[in-house]
């Protein structure tokens, strides 16, 4: 290929006078300031959430590692009594599902808040406040989960928590504990979600074409947009689970209607496209890691690409082979085998490309690429175990042996592990301003390597044996004892391998030089950092030509430092950073984005409140501190959100002016409701996908229309709250018109058509007498006739807020970003109403 | 076929493309999953045959790689629109436009194969049992 790679748009060729940098750089130091002292902890900016977030989840890493060894001592020796069966259940309870929920997926999030907008050359991601929030609330929901191990109340039905054991056989908190705690964690990992997908499509560099963003953001975009589907599922199931502990509606409970299936069906709709959410993320990090290494470009960047979202996709049709014990069809069961063994298609693409690079290229040996070649290694055996257990009846053997349990962690610990480690000795300069040890990562790596596989490689064989998983012991001479004692040992060696890393990060560096900028000559916008780092992000916002921008545009680092790219200035003293067209990057505005605040903490602990309160039943608290939490969000979404600009555009310098302000589909605020909202919608189809799942088992489910919800009272409410929706509609509509009095009374009329509606349709099944504790059908209609009702609700204060915003002046007909949000919010209540109304009084009437 | 040079314009509906064959192969799965599950439950006793539900199951799978095949044609000829070889990655909106082609084309050979998984699923074990 000879053609010359073309430049749309060159850096000043000369550099404005040292004077006027020195004043641009000041004023860019102060807008981008860390708070000090206690005020530290109201930061929001990436690079401190970033590294609290990615401290934080290894905490927790370490943590339930250490339930790991006490697991390995009490299985070292048959008929130990190390840990009793109680403790035992816990321990490895909280072991996979911290590990799951709180390492896994959040250290994801860590390391993409932290890198991304490094690598898109952006100041920071749109809704650094919204980033801070998730990590407060994932702080709270951690800490509250793992304490209580130490009150011997924690969850013991097992990662993935099956009923009937953990809804009739557990009294105790721990199911409630694990419900709530980590759906109150899953809000905040799809909090961070909206932020990384609308970072990775809106915050990108000027010219950042879609076809030169870097890998990683492909692979966190993909995985982002899986949790916004994935997620729900599971908050549904936890949601109808705990409905059915504490109030006893009876949807897993078989004597009334209920199928403790529907559990494993939503549970693993999460829980298998879950493994990928953590497997895409690491090895984006490799994709990023070997090229750097091999020195030459990734080979293949289209085939990644592919494998990307063509395992999104698929992962999304694997989750019945967690099932395929339970009863199924023989056809449901062939149908996932095929799929499960489809996604080894696209996750086999991206080895061969990393592979190839690795062969195109000339290797530089280093630690990271160290822990990508076990991770390597690691992860195939892994895979190769897993088109074993895809089939169906390979399954059937292996089904909740310890050869699940060996299989799991090699694609965990090679997909996941190895690879976010590889990670961490890659951008640890970047993160902290010093280098890790290579002598000391050698250490680790072997030690890590090698006890890893000496612990799990003979979990096979254990497996293979009959031993099942979950059990505290086991009787002697069956086969078991030299196996279990090897594996343990391994554990404790692998465990060793981290301590080293554990003591090499945490040794004090303070006399050491600083590396070099860009030490690994790397070739993404990431590595452009200062040695040490600025607050800022970056000095200047480059025009992007290349994939490889610091291989392949010449001076770029000397351009971006002088300020010769965009926003070299924060002349205002406000952080700012540029939006961008999804495909092309074409620059759109200038957005604005707010700085450090106690309002997401304060939001959490309040939101955190109604999570925590009410898993010890304490509803009057639980509510308090929920009303306190919509009166946080309000404030939040008052002071710090669609804020008005003092002038309508901005030069951000190499003759460009961007709009300040923008509303409607352009924006990043609403293309964060479209997202949330698909998030809440896919939930919503959980619950109906509920509905029909009991219609496939029972033979009078629904049962005659007569016995369902009022038709009236359901007919009424439903058109109360679709005039609603249509009056919201106008009102945004004679906003834009500038007309004030009709946009008054269409939100007025929308505000009480939702308030009547909702009545009316809970009326549905009151005037029915339908009792929910008494079979599952008054059950699933009530349960959906409530969430119609709560989006009614919270549908009401965001009319309420735009009517107020309106009075106040904060509202206009040019400035209308909450009036277009809200209606995009209504939008959907209107389709989720017009379905839930089709299916209870509709559906029984044709089944 | 069309060897223009002209850059194609940003339009959202060439990245909405490329998750098309994979959603096609997802609405095949679950419709293929649903159509099974609903005819074993409510239709054919345990053990059963699928017969009417199978033949349906044929058709959307048909349909599947018709609507799959569409796509990957148009996907190909954005890939070979004016005179770019892959890796397509220079900034101009013509390379940017073939690599959204060659991606799609993956994705679209991707689903295909995924879609006659499930057939082959389908003819391998095709009963409720």
Redesign the interface.
Known sequence: ?T?D????VEPLREPPPKEVREAQATRLLEAWKTPTGWRYWSAVNNTEVGLWYTGTSFLFFLFAGALALLMRVQLAQPGNDFLSPELYNQAFTVHGSVMMFLFAIPIFEAIAVTLMPQMLGARDLPFPRLAAFGFWCFVIGGIFLCGSIFFDAAPRGGWFMYPPLTSSYQPGIGADIWLLGFSFIEVAAIASAVELIVGALKCRPP?M????MPLYVWYTLVAAVMIVFAFPPLIAGSMLLEIERAFDWPFFDAARGGDPLLWQHLFWLFGHPEVYIIFLPSIALVAMIVPTFARV?IVG???I??AA??T???S??LWVHHMYTTG????????????S??VA??TGVQFFCFVATLFAGRVVRSVPMLWVLGAFAIFVLGGLTGVMVALVPFDFQAHDSFFVVAHLHYVLIGGALFPIIAGIYYYYPLLTDRSLSARAGGVAFWLAFIGFNVAFLPMHMTGLRGMPRRVFTYEADLGFDTLNLVSTIGAFVLAAGIAVICIDALRPKGREPYPQRNPWSANTLEWVQEMPGKPWGIRSIPE????YPLWDQPNILRDIDEGRFYLPDAEEGRRETIVT????A?PLQCQRLPGPSFVPLVGALTLGGFFIFGTYHRWSLAVASLVVAIGVFCHWLWTATAEHPEKERKNIGLGLSLPLYMAGWRSVSWWAVLITMLAVATAFVCLVFGYFFFW??HDDFPPDPSQGPHDGWIAAGTALLLAAWASTVLARRGNRAGRAFPVYVALAAAVAGAALGAIALLAGPWAAGLDPTAHVYPAIVWLLVIWCALHAAVGIVMLGFCIVARAAGRLTAERDIDLQNVTLYWHFVALTVAITALVVTGFPRVA | MSRSKESPP???R??AL??AP??I??AH?LV??CT???W???VAS?GGS?GAAGIAIWIFTALALVAIGTIGLLAWRRHRHGDG?????????A??HR??G??CL??SG??A??VF??A???R??????
């Open positions: 290929m053609r790679r073309p430049r749309d010219g074409r879609i076809n030169l470009p960047y289209g085939w690409v592919l979202i063509g999104g996709f698929l999304f049709g199924l069809p023989g056809i449901s069961l062939a149908l996932f085998s095929a799929a063994t489809a298609i696209p992007v030509d290349s994939r067209t999804i495909i092309d074409a496939t088992i | 940003e339009r959202p060439y990245l490329l998750a994979p959603a192969w997802a799965f293929a999953y099974a599950a609903v074993c439950e409510k345990p699928l070889e892959p890796p397509h990655d220079f900034d101009s909106a390379d940017r690599f959204l060659f991606a993956l994705l991707l689903s194969a995924a998984y499930s082959l699923a389908l391998l074990v095709g009963s409720c049992q």
